[in-house]
C-alpha cells in the first residue's frame, strides 16, 4: 500500500502562489505516475496535473502555464507549484498515485483558497 498526505495548502489573495506537496511512503516503488486533483464545492473532482516516472507532465488547460508539478526522488515527494493564483482556484487538492494492477492511492487533501 501507498499512503500520501498532502500538505501546503492556505489562504491566499489573487496572484499570489502556494507550493502543495504530497509525501509517500509504503510501498513507494510501485508508483508510476502521480496527479494532482481538486474539487471545488459544487464540482466534480478534476485532474489538474500529473506526471509520470519518466518525467511526462500533463496540465489541464485552465492551470497550463501557472502550475509546474515536480518530484523530489530522495524525499519522495511530489510538489505543485501554483502562480498567479485565482479566485476559480480555490478547491480542495488531493494527490492520487497510480501504480500497477489498479493500484491507486488518495491522499486526504488539503484546502486552497484564493481571495479576489
Known amino acids: 500500500q501507498v499512503q500520501l498526505v498532502e500538505s501546503g495548502g492556505g489562504l491566499v489573495q489573487a496572484g499570489e502562489s502556494l507550493r502543495l506537496s504530497c509525501a509517500a511512503s509504503g510501498s513507494i516503488f510501485s508508483i508510476n505516475a502521480m496527479g494532482w486533483y481538486r474539487q471545488a464545492p459544487g464540482k466534480q473532482r478534476e485532474l489538474v496535473a500529473s506526471?509520470?516516472?519518466?518525467?511526462?507532465?500533463y496540465y489541464a488547460v485552465s492551470v497550463k502555464g501557472r502550475f509546474t508539478i515536480s518530484r523530489d526522488n530522495a524525499k519522495n515527494t511530489w510538489y505543485l507549484q501554483m502562480d498567479s493564483l485565482k479566485p476559480e482556484d480555490t478547491a480542495v487538492y488531493y494527490c492520487?498515485?497510480?501504480?500497477?494492477?489498479?493500484?491507486?492511492?488518495w491522499g486526504q487533501g488539503t484546502q486552497v483558497t484564493v481571495s479576489s
Open positions: 506526471i509520470t516516472n519518466g518525467g511526462s507532465t
Open positions: 492520487k498515485s497510480y501504480g500497477g494492477y489498479g493500484n491507486n492511492y
